[in-house]
Nanobody
Framework: VQLQASGGGLVQAGGSLRLSCAAS????????MGWFRQTPGKERELVAS???????YYVDSVKGRFTISRDNAKNTVYLQMNSLKAEDTAVYYC?????????????????WGQGTLVTVSS
């Protein structure tokens, strides 16, 4: 299954964006789907994840602002990002994990989409 991320762009601080991650096949095969972000010189960071059983994780810095969701019928995972801040600027990646669990480290995910750049101007 291949993942295709989209929806990045340039937005002013306080604005919103919605990222989409479309899978070429059924996302039922994946236990966990997640959104990571990375800035130059830093490790890829888990922003939000959702399990097949609808268990959620959010990094503290985005709680109350970002929402992850999955549409199994469309084989798509979304990341709604509101009240964006300059520090949210990064390349965002979607990822999927086959086995049970909701890990936080990027090395534990099996499939990756290409990155989509989010730039928040202050």
């Amino acid at each position: 299954v291949q993942l295709q991320a989209s929806g990045g762009g340039l937005v002013q601080a306080g604005g919103s964006l919605r990222l989409s991650c479309a899978a070429s096949g059924s996302i039922f095969s994946f236990n966990a789907m997640g959104w990571f972000r990375q800035t130059p010189g830093k490790e890829r960071e888990l922003v939000a994840s959702i399990s097949s059983g609808y268990i959620y994780y959010y990094v503290d810095s985005v709680k109350g602002r970002f929402t992850i969701s999955r549409d199994n019928a469309k084989n798509t995972v979304y990341l709604q990002m509101n009240s964006l801040k300059a520090e949210d600027t990064a390349v965002y990646y979607c990822a999927a994990k086959l086995a049970y669990g909701l890990p936080r480290h990027w090395e534990d995910y099996d499939s990756w989409g290409q990155g989509t750049l989010v730039t928040v101007s202050s």
